[in-house]
Nanobody, 118 residues
């Protein structure tokens, strides 16, 4: 079992920035081997969509709507993942979820609300 703690959401004006953080932990290092970490988001009435993902090898992938504005990174221990969001738009408003794949099993955070006002 992997626990995820997210932080950093909030209310910001269009054009502003926010940084999301997600810290992963497990009861035993034996069962703690993260394959990939990422962020997804879900706006009201819409399906959950990929925002950004980073693999254990460091490769990154971004959703088309955030390319050039958002940047995903992680710490050296590869147990925390961050999402730097710049030039935010009202359409970025959503609940943002951290997702971690550990030993091939996906785990989700509780979600953090990001609201961008026009």
């Amino acid at each position: 079992q992997v626990q995820l703690v997210e932080s950093g959401g909030g209310l910001v004006q269009a054009g502003g920035s926010l940084r999301l953080s997600c810290a992963a932990s497990a009861a035993s290092v034996i069962i703690f081997s993260i394959n990939a970490m990422g962020w997804y988001r879900q706006a009201p009435g819409k399906q959950r969509e990929l925002v950004a993902v980073i693999t254990s090898g460091g490769s990154t992938n971004y959703g088309d709507s955030v390319k050039g504005r958002f940047a995903i990174s992680r710490d050296n221990a590869k147990t925390s993942v961050y999402l730097q969001m710049n030039s935010l738009k009202p359409e970025d408003t959503a609940v943002y979820y951290c997702k971690v794949i550990n030993l091939g099993v996906p785990f989700w955070g509780q979600g953090t609300q990001v609201t961008v006002s026009s």
